[in-house]
T-cell receptor
Framework: LAKTTQPISMDSYEGQEVNITCSHN???????ITWYQQFPSQGPRFIIQ???TKVTNEVASLFIPADRKSSTLSLPRVSLSDTAVYYC?????????????FGAGTRLFVKA | DTGVSQDPRHKITKRGQNVTFRCDPI?????LYWYRQTLGQGPEFLTY????????KSRLLSDRFSAERPKGSFSTLEIQRTEQGDSAMYLC???????????????FGSGTRLTVV
């Protein structure tokens, strides 16, 4: 299972764009990259998933370079409510990706 | 459908007692997972069901832990002879076979926080 490396914490201000980068040097061919957000006393919430290039949805963008050894979650114009822990996961759920290691995640603090 | 439901939200028990948690997944999801999360750490995989079959178990799931999913619907996680080290948030998640093709990933419940005193 591919392991991931993320910054432990990041600070930002309201209205700024936040980019969180995740390293996954051992990503396998069939692995997808998935990001989750978690607030205190809640379960993680799916944000975005991608395989290569760029994926965008209503809350975030995910940038994946051609070698797929890293990925960047981009949160546009963050607000105080985006203060949370963000997890980067790599795995193929059809062959055991559900055992993917969450790691400690990145704690994002958004300040007013 | 209101998502994945877990009951109870909080449980305080004395060391040595047995506890049981329940998870009700999203109705059309045939896959169900249990995770454990301790303070400051990400969730750790415990076990996985596809329909009623328990297909994977982590080494974290000692013989004091047992999980069931009768009829492929709700699931229960039982911990026997609880220890203080069992104190954690126990998370349940569900997914469908299409969840990992850019559609939705796992859907997690809010968890059951267990405190063993």
């Amino acid at each position: 299972l591919a392991k991931t490396t993320q910054p432990i914490s990041m600070d930002s201000y309201e209205g700024q764009e936040v980019n969180i980068t995740c390293s996954h040097n051992n990503i396998a061919t069939n692995d997808y990259i998935t990001w989750y957000q978690q607030f205190p006393s809640q379960g993680p919430r799916f944000i975005i998933q991608g395989y290569k290039t760029k994926v965008t949805n209503e809350v975030a963008s995910l940038f994946i370079p051609a070698d797929r050894k890293s990925s960047t979650l981009s949160l546009p114009r963050v607000s105080l409510s985006d203060t949370a822990v963000y997890y980067c996961l790599v795995g193929d759920p059809n062959t055991g990706g559900f055992k993917t290691i969450f790691g400690a995640g990145t704690r994002l603090f958004v300040k007013a | 459908d209101t998502g994945v439901s877990q009951d109870p939200r909080h449980k305080i028990t004395k060391r040595g007692q047995n506890v049981t948690f329940r998870c009700d997944p999203i109705s059309e999801h045939n896959r169900l997972y249990w995770y454990r999360q301790t303070l400051g750490q990400g969730p750790e995989f415990l076990t996985y069901f596809q329909n009623e079959a328990q297909l994977e178990k982590s080494r974290l799931l000692s013989d004091r832990f047992s999980a069931e999913r009768p009829k492929g619907s709700f699931s229960t996680l039982e911990i026997q002879r609880t220890e203080q080290g069992d104190s954690a948030m126990y998370l349940c998640a569900s997914s469908s076979p299409s969840s990992f093709r850019g559609i939705g990933g796992y859907t997690f419940g809010s968890g059951t926080r267990l405190t063993v005193v």
